[in-house]
């Protein structure tokens, strides 16, 4: 499993102006919290979260490397939420969130679709609606992603919470028949089935005047 590492400092800069200079002198603001940890206020370098943050998920253990008046201290943290600007995107203020020994908590663990549907070897479109799964696990056996194989996905077929096949430790928090991913068929040839329904109906109406016609020619015989 892939782990980052983070040098922070106690931000003694709070507040709207402050902050805002704080971003401008290359530093990004957080704050770190968990059941067991009072929240308290931390800066990061900008540069060095960027170079690897990209790299990063919910469930990828962090050691927050913190710097304070006594020395260098280590904090065991997982990423919790990030704050981005509208405009440029840049990330502008970070969660951290300390798990507690013996206590469960809730993160979102990416899926890793593998392999190409059947169903869309004939025709369908791959739709993924769930990318996440939101679950509950001990942070003591964080899993960094959960595989599933699709190619046995057939035309109109879904894979449902219920299909996973996941470790003991984790507890899905969505409802065992919500769908993440749907194979759906080619909207032309429902059109076409339509349409060849029409067309057989239209070939009855025709044909039954005619059988009426030749009825009556024979009762005036």
Do not use: C, W
């Not at 990423?79 to 969660?95: A, F």
């Not at 169903?119 to 993924?128: P, S």
């Amino acid at each position: 499993m892939k782990t980052a590492t983070f040098h922070a400092e106690i931000r003694k800069e709070l507040g709207k102006r402050p902050v805002k200079r704080l971003r401008k002198a290359g530093y990004i603001p957080g704050i770190v919290y968990g059941p067991a940890q009072e929240p308290f206020p931390i800066k990061l370098k900008k540069s060095e979260v960027e170079r690897v943050f990209h790299h990063i998920t919910e469930t990828t253990p962090i050691t927050l490397k913190l710097i304070t008046d006594d020395g260098e201290k280590d904090i065991r943290v997982f990423l919790k939420t990030i704050q981005r600007d509208k405009v440029h995107d840049n990330i502008v203020h970070i969660d951290f969130y300390v798990p507690m020994k013996g206590h469960k908590m809730h993160t979102n663990i990416p899926i890793e679709y593998i392999g190409k549907p059947i169903g869309v070897e004939r025709g369908g479109l791959l739709e993924i609606l769930v990318e996440e799964l939101p679950v509950e696990i001990d942070p003591d056996k964080i899993i960094d992603k959960i595989e599933v194989n699709i190619e046995n996905l057939g035309l109109g077929e879904s894979l449902h919470v219920k299909d996973l096949e996941l470790p003991e430790d984790v507890k899905p928090t969505l409802d065992e028949e919500e769908v993440l991913a749907v194979v759906i068929a080619p909207r032309r040839g429902v059109e076409e089935e339509a349409a060849e329904e029409v067309a057989t109906e239209e070939e009855q109406e025709e044909a039954q005047p005619e059988v009426i016609k030749k009825g009556k020619e024979k009762e005036e015989e």
